[in-house]
């Protein structure tokens, strides 16, 4: 064998060694996201259409008395009644906060289930601070839904 040959062999098998000897490098995924499934719900003259589990996609939609925010179903809504003082959710920790203007003459009503429209009962848990109603519901279970009814 000449002298560039044994050369060439010792330089590969250094490099394949060092190869070997390498480092593996950490590698972490910090996020991911869930998408799929989505389609179009109507109801009377209103329309809506998105895919679940994408909260990440965009900030709420807004337009006049009405927002929707993207990701999975929530447990708790509200039904806006029509010249009602606008009713909010967030969401903090294991705390959901129902929140309204203080406007005289109108009460917040709760119902767990849609289907059944006498279900609707008072619901007068709330506390006032800076004219703002403010309902705080500590790890809430099953459905609620909140509207504000003038008598």
């Known amino acids: 064998m000449n002298t560039k040959t044994v050369r060439f062999a010792l330089l590969l098998a250094t490099l394949g060694f060092l190869g070997i000897c390498a480092q593996a490098q950490s590698y972490s995924i910090d996020w991911y ?6 389609g179009t719900s109507t ?5 809506v ?12 939609m807004t337009g006049g008395n009405y927002s ?8 708790i809504s509200v ?30 009503q709760q119902n767990g289930n849609l289907a059944t429209p006498a279900s609707w009962s008072a619901n007068s848990s709330w ?16 459905n609620l839904f909140y509207r504000l009814q003038h008598p």
């Not at 506390?127 to 099953?142: A, F, K």
């Open 33 to 38: 996201k869930i998408a799929g499934g989505g």
């Open 43 to 47: 109801g009377g003259t209103y329309q």
């Open 49 to 60: 259409t998105g895919t679940i589990g994408q909260p990440d996609a965009s900030g709420a």
């Open 68 to 75: 929707l925010t993207g990701g999975f179903w929530a447990l």
């Open 79 to 108: 039904v806006q009644t029509s010249g009602a003082p606008t009713l909010y959710v967030s969401h903090s920790g294991n705390t959901v906060t129902v929140y309204w203007q203080n406007v005289s003459g109108w009460t917040l």
């Open 127 to 142: 506390t006032t601070t800076n004219g703002t109603n403010y309902l705080n519901i500590v790890n809430p279970s099953g």
